[in-house]
């Protein structure tokens, strides 16, 4: 199993924490990828990103916002 | 309904009853093809508060408040209120400036350069031209690397603040207070032009707070329309764009007050180079900022202090650009309408340049 990529996008304005997501995820066809956030527009934003993309999406919350995790 | 606008549909669904909403308001009162428009309305704003003296453009339109105290509550009855801030305030607020600049150079905000289009004004048609190139540069921009830095969460009352000034200028909108030196103001309302034309102000209001609740479930923005569509290929706010513009159309012909051509559009010039290059710098620093005017009204009621003060920003920018000679009107561009956006787009220029911090 191929090691946790964790990407901090909280704070970010749009569309960063989607550009963040969008690089962490280029040239990886499979793994295991966590967003964090801090809006829930931005939390949409990666997981609808995340599953136009083809990967499993589910959030967590966590302080000061959500974790996103996507895998594949 | 709150499925539906936070569902794949909610933009479109959003967009389709704004737009309705949108000519319905030209109809009970407000002036052609601004049903909404952030950026006159702003503008309105900063003549009524006296913060500049062009008397036609003198209003304090309760759509503007009745946006973020829409978007505020609810904000808070769907738990989404979160108090933010500190990603390069000052530089957000002379973004807001640069935007309102290009918007009265242009005269209309993303949201008035789709409803004037849907009403025939085709002069709109270099307006959106221009914003969409406005968005392609700040992509560029975006994919370089550009960021205004991370904000952090402040405490519960730090998002209260946009919440209150919107109820204070209801609050003066309804009691007129008259106690200035000639006897007029410190609140000014035209009595002729533009400002005078209005919707009755509780439709207005009312209409507002709901714009302002569909805004914020369904994240509706003209800008970041474009933007994700451009840099993403998601077409999942562009639907909300389109749906919002035909609706206008459908409803503008229904109510026979379509009109198609360039000339005698109302607030509206025919200079095709300043209405597409005042869109250009409008549509730079909305991307930069992170979306549309529309967008920061909502995003201020949420509790967002960086879209606060960028909002703070158009109203002085408001100011400035009638106070400097720089707004348009229906005769054409002002003696320093050109001047203005040039400075802008070089601003946003170097903007989009020099704010490139290195994440780890």
Same mark, same amino acid.
């Given at each position: 199993?191929?090691?946790?990529?964790?990407?901090?996008?909280?704070?970010?304005?749009?569309?960063?924490?989607?550009?963040?997501?969008?690089?962490?995820?280029?040239?990886?066809?499979?793994?295991?990828?966590?967003?964090?956030?801090?809006?829930?527009?931005?939390?949409?934003?990666?997981?609808?990103?995340?599953?136009?993309?083809?990967?499993?999406?589910?959030?967590?919350?966590?302080?000061?916002?959500?974790?996103?995790?996507?895998?594949? | 309904?709150?499925?539906?606008?936070?569902?794949?549909?909610?933009?479109?669904?959003?967009?389709?009853?704004?737009?309705?909403?949108?000519?319905?308001?030209?109809?009970?009162?407000?002036? &052609?093809?601004?049903?909404?428009?952030?950026?006159?309305?702003?503008?309105?704003?900063?003549?009524?508060?006296?913060?500049?003296?062009?008397?036609?453009?003198?209003?304090?339109?309760?759509?503007?408040?009745?946006?973020?105290?829409?978007?505020?509550?609810? /904000?808070?009855?769907?738990?989404?209120?979160?108090?933010?801030?500190?990603?390069?305030?000052?530089?957000?607020?002379?973004?807001?400036?640069?935007?309102?600049?290009?918007?009265?150079?242009?005269?209309?905000?993303?949201?008035?350069?789709?409803?004037?289009?849907?009403?025939?004004?085709?002069?709109?048609?270099?307006?959106?031209?221009?914003?969409?190139?406005?968005?392609?540069?700040?992509?560029?921009?975006?994919?370089?690397?550009?960021?205004?830095?991370?904000?952090?969460?402040?405490?519960?009352?730090?998002?209260?603040?946009?919440?209150?000034?919107?109820?204070?200028?209801?609050?003066?909108?309804?009691?007129?207070?008259?106690?200035?030196?000639?006897?007029?103001?410190?609140?000014?309302?035209?009595?002729?032009?533009?400002?005078?034309?209005?919707?009755?102000?509780?439709?207005?209001?009312?209409?507002?707070?709901?714009?302002?609740?569909?805004?914020?479930?369904?994240?509706?923005?003209?800008?970041?329309?474009?933007?994700?569509?451009?840099?993403?290929?998601?077409?999942?706010?562009?639907?909300?764009?389109?749906?919002?513009?035909?609706?206008?159309?459908?409803?503008?012909?229904?109510?026979?007050?379509?009109? /198609?051509?360039?000339?005698?559009?109302?607030?509206?010039?025919?200079?095709?180079?300043?209405?597409?290059?005042?869109?250009?710098?409008?549509?730079?620093?909305?991307?930069?900022?992170?979306?549309?005017?529309?967008?920061?009204?909502?995003? %201020?009621?949420?509790?967002?202090?960086?879209?606060?003060?960028?909002?703070? &920003?158009?109203?002085?920018?408001? %100011?400035?650009?009638?106070?400097?000679?720089? %707004?348009? /009107?229906?005769?054409?561009?002002?003696?320093?309408?050109?001047?203005?956006?040039?400075?802008?787009?070089?601003?946003?220029?170097?903007?989009?340049?020099?704010?490139?911090?290195?994440? /780890?």
């Amino acid at each position: 199993m191929s090691d946790t990529i964790t990407v901090n996008a909280a704070g970010l304005s749009c569309p960063q924490p989607v550009m963040e997501t969008k690089k962490a995820l280029s040239g990886l066809t499979s793994g295991r990828v966590e967003v964090l956030v801090d809006t829930a527009t931005s939390r949409n934003n990666v997981s609808r990103f995340g599953e136009n993309k083809g990967w499993r999406v589910t959030t967590e919350e966590r302080e000061g916002g959500w974790k996103v995790i996507l895998e594949k | 309904m709150d499925k539906v606008l936070t569902s794949r549909n909610g933009p479109w669904v959003a967009g389709g009853l704004i737009g309705l909403i949108a000519v319905a308001l030209a109809y009970f009162g407000n002036p &052609g093809n601004m049903g909404f428009c952030v950026a006159c309305f702003t503008r309105d704003i900063a003549g009524a508060l006296g913060f500049h003296r062009a008397g036609i453009v003198q209003y304090l339109r309760p759509e503007i408040p009745g946006f973020i105290l829409g978007s505020f509550l609810s /904000s808070l009855l769907f738990r989404e209120y979160a108090p933010r801030g500190g990603s390069s305030p000052v530089v957000r607020f002379a973004l807001g400036v640069c935007a309102m600049f290009g918007a009265l150079v242009f005269l209309g905000c993303p949201w008035r350069a789709y409803l004037r289009v849907a009403g025939g004004d085709w002069n709109a048609l270099y307006g959106v031209a221009g914003l969409a190139v406005g968005a392609l540069i700040g992509i560029g921009f975006l994919w370089s690397g550009f960021s205004l830095g991370a904000a952090e969460r402040n405490p519960k009352a730090a998002g209260l603040f946009m919440p209150l000034i919107a109820l204070g200028l209801l609050a003066f909108l309804f009691l007129k207070p008259l106690f200035g030196a000639e006897g007029t103001g410190p609140i000014f309302f035209s009595t002729s032009g533009p400002g005078s034309m209005h919707a009755p102000a509780l439709i207005s209001l009312g209409a507002g707070l709901v714009v302002g609740w569909l805004a914020q479930r369904s994240r509706f923005c003209t800008v970041g329309a474009l933007r994700d569509l451009f840099m993403m290929g998601d077409a999942h706010l562009f639907k909300g764009v389109v749906a919002f513009t035909v609706v206008a159309f459908a409803a503008n012909y229904a109510l026979g007050l379509f009109k /198609s051509g360039f000339e005698g559009q109302p607030v509206a010039h025919t200079d095709e180079l300043w209405n597409f290059l005042g869109m250009v710098l409008s549509g730079l620093a909305f991307t930069l900022a992170g979306g549309c005017p529309g967008r920061q009204l909502i995003m %201020a009621g949420e509790g967002d202090s960086d879209a606060g003060i960028f909002v703070v &920003g158009m109203l002085v920018g408001a %100011a400035m650009a009638h106070n400097f000679a720089a %707004a348009s /009107s229906g005769a054409g561009i002002g003696p320093m309408g050109a001047n203005v956006t040039v400075i802008g787009l070089v601003f946003c220029v170097a903007v989009g340049l020099l704010f490139r911090p290195s994440r /780890s």
